[in-house]
């Protein structure tokens, strides 16, 4: 095997690790060991392998504000360390599962080892969860917030996986497991108890949806009529999975809640008082790191869990400014983008991967409207899995993928 298959393998790993918590050494010695390998396998072929992500250049603006902010922000060293986890550490993930991607039969090497460690996280939050709540939010799937955002990054990649499956001839056994995974990502889905999770798979499902639309002929030529009718359905499931279950999770937990309760979300109180802290700095921001306001929060509302602002745009903006808003946005478009050509140029490999980036974007975005969970392992995950399907599509569309 050629050090860029085993740089494969070992991202791969990586992504499978990024699944659970309690694994931050284990992440950091297999991206030690991808980059090594991707160092030799430069060396032994580097003329068929593409070192520069698509977004590098947006990345590195977003990135150069953000070791900027470092310089005003309340707490410089804790703004410097997270630069390093949530920009350093995440840019190095990218960066190895985009090139390792490129490999030669990656797809072959990466799928199964990624669907076994998400199999491995949903069966150990299915376990926890009949423990009570507190083991389940002390397991080592990550709790709930964890759990449901490595869920709606999966989703999109399994159900582009059944779909690139059935275009190309699987067998029945490959594409059973397929749909398999997808129906327990959906059932583990109902364990963090979190209506979002179950809006991001409506949202995915339907872009699924509307792209393969789109993209017609494209996308369904090739395909028998059962294939096709299969593809519908399995849309259809996720979408209306996801409606019923929003609905059953919102009457238990109507059912727990008075509806005052519910009328007096915490949230309601806290985004005002997070724009007023925007008014204040709207140009720097308070540094990189979510939490900036830890102390002045909470103390102001009364409430110790009000503590960032539970929402991704208004917490980038309190620590970057509007400067470090548009970045982002900027940044989230320029991927949209990459994955919109790769959606465009009519090779089923490409066509998978860009409609399935661009449905775990807006998983993402779904599931960071009321909480920002976009760090720690599930930004790497995101960024993982966003580099590796850049990667493949990347790499299907050079001449030697094409021999």
Same mark, same amino acid.
């Given at each position: 095997?050629?050090?860029?298959? %085993? +740089?494969?393998?070992?991202?791969?790993?990586?992504?499978?690790a990024s699944m659970v918590s309690h694994t931050v050494a284990l992440r950091l010695l297999l991206l030690v060991v991808t980059a090594g390998l991707l160092a030799a396998a430069a060396v032994q072929d580097r003329t068929s392998i593409r070192f520069a992500p698509p977004l590098w250049?947006?990345?590195?603006? *977003?990135?150069? @504000?953000?070791?900027?902010?470092?310089?005003?922000?309340?707490?410089?060293?804790?703004?410097?360390?997270?630069?390093? #986890?949530?920009?350093?550490?995440?840019? !190095?993930?990218?960066?190895?599962?985009?090139v390792a991607a490129q490999a030669r039969g990656a797809a072959r090497v990466m799928l199964p080892i990624v669907a076994l460690g998400a199999a491995v996280a949903c069966a150990i939050a299915l376990h926890s969860y009949t423990l009570g709540i507190e083991q389940y939010m002390a397991g080592w799937h990550g709790g709930a917030g964890n759990h449901s955002s490595l869920l709606l990054t999966l989703m999109p990649c399994a159900l582009?996986?059944? @779909?690139?499956?059935?275009? #190309?001839? @699987?067998?029945?056994?490959? !594409? @059973?497991?397929?749909?398999?995974?997808? +129906?327990? %990502?959906?059932?583990?889905?109902?364990?963090?108890?979190?209506?979002?999770? *179950?809006?991001?798979?409506? +949202?995915e499902g339907l872009l699924v949806m509307v792209l393969l639309q789109v993209l017609q002929p494209a996308a369904t030529r090739g395909l028998t009529?059962?294939?096709? !009718? /299969?593809?519908?359905?399995?849309?259809?499931?996720?979408?209306? /999975?996801?409606?019923?279950? =929003?609905?059953?999770?919102?009457?238990?937990r109507t059912a727990v809640l008075s509806a005052s309760a519910l009328e007096k979300d915490p949230r309601l109180a806290l985004w005002p008082e997070v724009l007023e802290r925007i008014e204040e700095?709207?140009? =720097?921001?308070?540094?990189? /790191?979510?939490? /900036?306001?830890?102390?002045?929060?909470?103390n102001e509302l009364g409430d110790p869990t009000l503590w960032h602002a539970h929402n991704?745009?208004?917490? =980038?903006?309190v620590q970057l400014g !509007?400067?470090?808003?548009?970045?982002?946005?900027?940044l989230l478009g320029a991927t949209l983008r990459e994955a919109w050509r790769l959606s465009r140029t009519g090779q089923d490999l490409p066509l998978a991967c860009g409609i399935a980036l661009a449905a775990v974007i807006a998983g993402m975005l779904v599931r960071n409207m009321t909480d920002v969970l976009w760090l720690r392992q599930n930004a790497l995950l995101y960024w993982g899995v966003a580099g590796a399907l850049l990667g493949l599509g990347a790499a299907s569309r050079t001449p030697a993928a094409a021999r």
């Open positions: 095997m050629s050090f860029h298959r %085993l +740089a494969a393998l070992s991202a791969a790993c990586f992504l499978a250049a947006v990345y590195a603006a *977003w990135a150069a @504000w953000a070791a900027l902010s470092i310089v005003w922000a309340l707490e410089p060293e804790r703004a410097a360390k997270e630069f390093r #986890n949530e920009i350093v550490y995440v840019a !190095l993930a990218f960066w190895v599962c985009f582009m996986t059944a @779909w690139y499956g059935m275009r #190309n001839g @699987w067998s029945r056994l490959r !594409l @059973w497991l397929v749909a398999a995974l997808i +129906a327990l %990502l959906l059932v583990a889905a109902y364990t963090p108890q979190h209506r979002t999770v *179950w809006l991001g798979f409506g +949202a009529p059962r294939a096709k !009718l /299969g593809v519908a359905l399995l849309a259809l499931a996720v979408v209306a /999975g996801a409606i019923a279950a =929003t609905a059953t999770v919102h009457r238990e700095r709207p140009l =720097t921001g308070y540094g990189f /790191g979510r939490g /900036g306001l830890r102390s002045s929060l909470p991704l745009f208004l917490e =980038t903006t !509007l400067p470090g808003l548009v970045l982002l946005l900027a």
